[in-house]
């Protein structure tokens, strides 16, 4: 920043006083109020990256929308080259654009490739100070004001969550003492259907507080982004988002309790809904239920119940490809950006057509609306002003952000606006853009708490959850568990005395709800009773090390996660073995997790035979802490790898093996001091074990622990057998 | 394109590709002409038209939601590619590709081949996309890919004549169902894995049908299953047996094979030129294969890397021969975003790898982008689009630049030149007329109200434009009836 003068100061204290009375922060990727809508006034209307209104720009790769609280700017990226590739989570100072801390996470068990990861924004909790960031991978993790990790989880590994090529990520949403993330995939019991779910985690501690799956039906991609809100409708308090299977959902934000649903379209969403009032206001841009050209905007009743598919439409708008980025209401006028580029304007009251104004080409971020003008990115490297009028709309400024070779910057996310400032990310860096010379000052948004009806006095209990829900338990340690009553509104009434009981699980569960776990792996579910209501949840128990699996029982252990109707267990050769037969609809691959992502420094071993039909044959390993040991049987290689689209972080060798012929694998990480040795070996089951590794790889970055599983590929039979997991000898 | 009336026309240059390439009786294809020029010698077409009021409109028809094959005219019929939500036989529900044939004279919608999506999903057919494959057609034959990564011959006439010819045992045979010739699988026969779908606009030059497989990389966008599968094939056209397969690139393909096949007769010699999912382009002797060259379409040093931000491109765009030249633009999935790109005119006439050596011009860097349009050539000048919806005038003997257009909206679809125009949709449903030549001069701007993907098409003095989800025959001087918003029955749900 240059050096001011005495006048120029003066100058811009003057313009800066009276205008920044409604700074504030935007401590969620759609703002203080989750609606694109900001308060703040005297908000510049050009800049330039030569200089002018550039406070500071600040190197980084990222295609999310930043969040700004705490006098901070944080986002999700990209970092790293070659083997160190990772997301990245940064926090820069919001006044000057020092770097506070960045952090990196090595991605695995995905397909997601390095030019997508960081592509779902954070949340930030001006409260706890927390960041919370949803990787491409299912990395979640809750991150404090040093960057230092205050938990996490595995979204894919303990929840099913899927992670396929595409890489469109939900955002997680901060509510109250919550964290609500999306989630896509197939998980175990009650969470083993292929669904889109809600899960909630205590926002201090990542307990789990319950997991809703409002889903009738199985999902269409689980690559989706129609990020939850969340709003106070007709008194009740909702999670409102767009599902993987094209219907919009709400769902108690205090239970997860299914509220309603409505069925926008026969795709998956990815444009993200808002509310304002009652009225809830999403797009797409695929094919609607009921007919009609591609792409509609619709505002639906969200004071409903059930399925509102027919009876919750306000109004439509039909052939408008509004299918990723989320509306913005203000003024009377609903704003959307199609996947072309070009903004709407629509009648809120009515959703008639009354402009449309041409941005570019490809249209992928929710506008933002601030000081009577619309903020706006497209995705060829363009940040726009525009100013909306009645009857049209004029672009005030226009800037082009491109890369050092000449071509534009990729520009993903939309504009924060905050403490009198616009912040946005691009694939050249995070820009801060403002008046020179204004006073900073980082002062948090109040926002009112939404007018909620407080429970009777008398209330009448409704609803009951159990916290912690879906746990996984360490066998013999005691979890305690509380039995959490609401109202018919979903509002929290209080803790209630329970009878506890175990259904499936081992062990034992006293009157205070305290469970003491078998001694061995096991899962079943903890349930609690009080008057006519009652709650269940699951709960997973790990034995030590080591475990063995042969499949004599003749069942595919309950307890893994994503097993669900891909594997069974079949007769060969004399032996029950674990199979995965061909499936006849979907994807072949799949990977199944059967531990807690918290083993490290293990040892994984199992008998594994592919088939082979004409020129097709199968591929089919073994994973460990994040690293996969993949037998590809049709090109007869041998690969170890732990990010299936990054190859540059794997090792592959050729590996002569024959069909219908059993092997053995064994597969061990090292991990020490950040620095890993992945170690694979596979042999002929029926010849000596060699003294030698058959393949190694040294990861610069890696995976700290990581849960065990078994992974396939095939249009052709597969088998497992004699799987074990065990502590490095 | 009626060849009979070319002589008269005085366009030396197309008569003189007609000569070389177009053997044989009355046909059609996407690009018109084996050469896949996307310029024709009718006149008369409509300078102007407003689908709103029916001006210069003779008729339009609903297709399905999503439309990106065709049209083809022959024979008295339109042809083209869509998928099942138009519901025309509402037996056949859910989603499908569907091949619909409507009568020229007045757009009645004559029959339909519909076939049930792959169960593997959008790995292998995407969902709602239809039949992608423009369809070739020749006497009472029309042959397509499918959906389903099978190459079909049908009767154009489907089961309305009363026949059924070749295979017997389609499901469904009334009057508005096709009649299946022959269907070869790709996938069973030859493990072929289609990535997201097979849309290859087939040929078919004495009797042998010429295809690309659509062969490319698992959902993991790294692996190629089926390295040893072919991306470029020949079979007979009366039976469908295959006559020659070839697997290049293997598994140096960066996502799928998604382009067509060319054919011409360059100094004496027959080629079928096929791009391969690797950017380069090859060109075979027809009869048994064998490689004549090869050319990478990348400069040296691009990248192709995953997700779409690399500088090496693929091949998408279909390659068009005009005077022993070979003209080609790269690009990617337009979902991978816009990009640098690189416009090629290619020496045709060489043997072996002639990357670089066979360059006769290239236009690159920031000023051409990732394309999957056609070219056209008229007169000498070589009209091109590209993605980011810039479409550029350019001498097509030296490259030299005289004007460039921005539609400010992406182009999918091909410049088309007929009747001393240049038409061209876009993604925002306009059809943008200029007047062809060296001079800049745009004549209109014509909305459709529907996305424009495909590329126009004349035929007896009417202008075809199929757009996304209707297909309008436009004729000067004719009163059609106002475009009304489109309705879907919507096959699709559950």
């Known amino acids: 920043m240059p050096r001011t003068t005495l006048s120029t100061l003066t100058l811009a204290a003057a313009l800066a006083l009276a205008p920044l009375a409604h700074a504030g922060d935007w401590p969620t990727w759609r703002g203080p109020y989750r609606t694109g809508v900001s308060d703040e006034k005297g908000l510049v209307t050009r800049w330039s990256r030569a200089g002018e209104n550039l406070l500071w720009k600040a190197d980084l790769t990222a295609r999310a929308t930043p969040v700004v609280f705490d006098g901070r700017v944080c986002t999700s990226g990209r970092a790293g080259t070659g083997a160190t590739r990772a997301e990245m989570v940064a926090c820069f100072d919001a006044a000057t654009g020092r770097k506070l801390w960045e952090r990196h996470f090595p991605v695995y068990n995905t397909m997601v490739p390095f030019t997508r990861v960081g592509w779902a924004a954070l949340a930030a909790d001006p409260e706890t100070g927390f960041v919370y960031a949803q990787n491409v991978d299912g990395q979640l993790v809750a991150l404090d004001r040093e960057g230092g990790t205050a938990w996490q989880h595995r979204m894919g590994e303990e929840y099913g969550r899927g992670s396929g090529y595409g890489g469109r990520t939900l955002i997680p949403l901060v509510d109250e003492d919550r964290l609500v993330v999306g989630s896509v995939g197939a998980g175990w019991g009650d969470i083993g259907p292929p669904r889109q779910r809600y899960i909630a985690f205590d926002k201090r501690t990542g307990a789990v507080r319950w997991i809703s799956t409002p889903a009738q039906g199985p999902f269409d991609d689980a690559n989706n982004q129609a990020s939850p809100t969340v709003a106070v409708i007709a008194g009740r308090r909702l999670i409102v988002g767009g599902g993987a299977d094209g219907w919009i959902y709400a769902v108690e934000a205090r239970t997860g309790a299914p509220v309603w649903r409505f069925q926008a379209s026969v795709r998956g969403l990815n444009s993200p809904p808002v509310v304002e009032g009652d009225v809830v206001y999403a797009g797409h841009s695929e094919e609607s239920p009921d007919g009609g050209p591609m792409g509609r905007v619709v505002a639906i009743d969200g004071r409903g119940t059930g399925d509102i598919t027919k009876t919750g439409e306000l109004w439509r708008a039909d052939g408008l490809t509004v299918g990723f980025a989320g509306p913005t209401v203000a003024g009377g006028r609903v704003y959307v950006v199609d996947n072309a580029g070009n903004l709407h304007a629509l009648d809120q009251k009515t959703g008639a057509r009354l402009w449309s104004h041409g941005l570019g080409t490809v249209g992928r971020a929710a506008p933002v609306f601030a000081d009577g003008r619309l903020y706006l990115t497209e995705q060829n490297g363009k940040v726009l002003v525009v100013e909306p009028g009645a009857t049209g709309a004029k672009t005030l400024h226009e800037e082009t952000i491109t890369m050092p070779e000449g071509r534009t910057a990729e520009v993903w996310g939309g504009v924060a606006v905050a403490y009198g400032r616009l912040y946005f990310t691009t694939e050249e860096g995070l820009y801060c853009v403002g008046r020179k010379g204004a006073p900073f000052k980082a002062t948090a948004t109040v926002v009112p708490p939404a007018a909620e009806p407080r429970p009777a006095a008398e209330a009448r209990a409704a609803r009951l959850i159990i916290v912690p829900a879906e746990v996984i338990a360490a066998a013999g340690t005691p979890v305690g568990f509380e039995a959490w009553s609401f109202d018919e509104g979903g509002r929290f009434l209080r803790k209630e005395k329970a009878a506890w009981a175990l259904d499936g699980l081992g062990g034992s569960v006293s009157a205070e709800g305290v469970l003491t776990p078998p001694a061995a792996t096991g899962a079943g579910k903890v349930k609690a009773t009080v008057g006519e209501l009652s709650a269940s949840t699951q709960v997973r128990v ?170 396939g590929d095939s249009v052709t039979d597969l088998y497992y057998d004699n799987l074990s997991v065990s502590a490095n000898q | 394109m009626t060849r009979r009336s070319l002589p008269f026309t005085g366009a030396l240059v197309l008569a003189a590709a007609v000569a070389t390439s177009q053997p044989g009786g009355e046909k059609a294809m996407f690009g018109n002409t084996y050469d896949r020029n996307m310029v024709s010698a009718e006149k008369g077409l409509p300078g102007d038209f407003d689908v709103k009021t029916g001006k210069n409109v003779l008729w339009w028809a609903d297709v399905g939601s999503q439309a990106y094959a065709g049209p083809v005219i022959l024979g008295g019929k339109v042809f083209v590619g869509t998928n099942n939500d138009g519901l025309r036989n509402p037996k056949l529900t859910k989603d499908r590709g569907v091949v619909m044939a409507f009568k020229e004279a007045d757009g009645a919608f004559l029959w339909q081949i519909t076939h049930e999506k792959l169960p593997a999903g959008r790995v292998n057919d995407w969902p709602q996309q239809g039949v992608c494959s423009t369809p070739y057609v020749e006497g009472d034959r029309l042959w397509y890919t499918s959906n389903r990564a099978t190459l079909v011959s049908v009767d154009t006439e489907g089961f309305r004549d009363g026949e059924n010819d070749g295979v017997k045992t389609e499901k469904d045979q009334s009057e508005i169902d096709g009649d299946v010739v022959w269907e070869y699988d790709m996938i069973g026969e030859l493990d072929v894995f289609p990535h997201n779908l097979a849309v290859s606009s087939p040929l078919v030059v004495d009797g042998v049908l010429y295809a690309t497989t659509g062969n490319g990389v698992d959902e993991g966008h790294i692996n190629i299953p089926s390295p040893r599968a072919p991306s470029f094939l020949a079979v007979d056209a009366k039976t469908g047996a295959l006559i020659w397969e070839n697997n290049m690139p293997g598994d140096k393909i960066f996502h799928g094979t998604w382009s067509n096949p060319t054919y011409a007769v360059i100094k004496g010699v027959p080629q079928v030129i096929f791009p391969g999912g690797d950017g380069w382009l090859y060109s075979f002797e027809p009869k048994k294969g064998a490689l004549l060259w090869k050319f990478n379409a990348n400069p040296a040093g691009s990248k192709y890397i995953l997700g779409g931000r690399g500088t090496a491109n693929e091949v998408i765009a279909t390659p068009v021969v005009w005077e022993d030249r070979v003209y080609v633009g790269v690009g990617q999935d337009p979902e991978h975003g816009e990009g640098a790109g690189n416009l090629w005119a290619i020496d045709a006439t060489r043997q072996g790898d002639v990357t670089g050596t066979a360059v006769v011009w290239h236009r690159g860097g920031n000023d051409f982008h990732r394309t999957i349009s056609t070219v056209a050539i008229a007169d000498g000048i070589l009209y091109a689009a590209d993605l980011s919806g810039f479409l550029y005038a350019l001498d097509a003997r030296t490259g030299q630049h005289f004007w460039t257009h921005d539609l400010l909206a992406a182009v999918w679809g091909s410049p088309f030149v007929a009747d001393g125009r240049v038409y061209l949709g876009d993604e925002d449903g306009d059809v943008e007329v200029l007047k062809a030549g060296k001079t800049k001069q745009v004549l209109g701007s014509y909305n459709l109200g529907i996305s424009v993907y495909s590329t126009p098409v004349a035929k007896g003095g009417v202008l075809y434009v199929l757009a996304r989800n209707r297909l309008f025959a436009l004729k000067q001087g004719a009163q059609g009836q106002p475009a009304t918003p489109r309705r879907m029955e919507h096959a699709t749900g559950e």
């Open chain 1, 542 to 711: 790990f034995g030590p090390l080591p475990w063995t699996f042969d499949f004599e029982q003749g069942a595919v252990p309950r307890h893994w996660i994503g097993a669900g109707p891909r594997f069974k267990v079949a007769d060969l050769g004399g032996g029950k073995r674990l199979q995965k037969p061909p499936l006849e609809a979907g994807l072949q691959r799949a990977t199944v997790f059967i531990g807690p992502p918290t083993l490290a420094n293990y040892t994984m071993e199992g008998d594994v035979l592919f088939t082979r039909q004409g020129r097709r044959a199968g591929d089919l390993g073994l994973v460990n802490q994040g690293y996969t040991l993949d037998l590809l049987g049709k090109k007869q290689e041998l690969q170890l790898r732990t990010w299936a689209s990054e190859l540059e972080k794997s090792t592959t060798i050729p590996f002569a093996a024959e069909p219908d012929v059993w092997y053995r694998m064994k597969l061990r990480v090292d991990a020490q001091g950040g620095k890993g040795v992945v170690r694979g070996r596979v042999w002929k089951k029926d010849g000596p074990e060699p003294a030698e590794w058959t393949i190694t790889l040294e990861d610069p970055t890696v995976v700290a622990a990581g849960a065990p599983g078994i992974y």
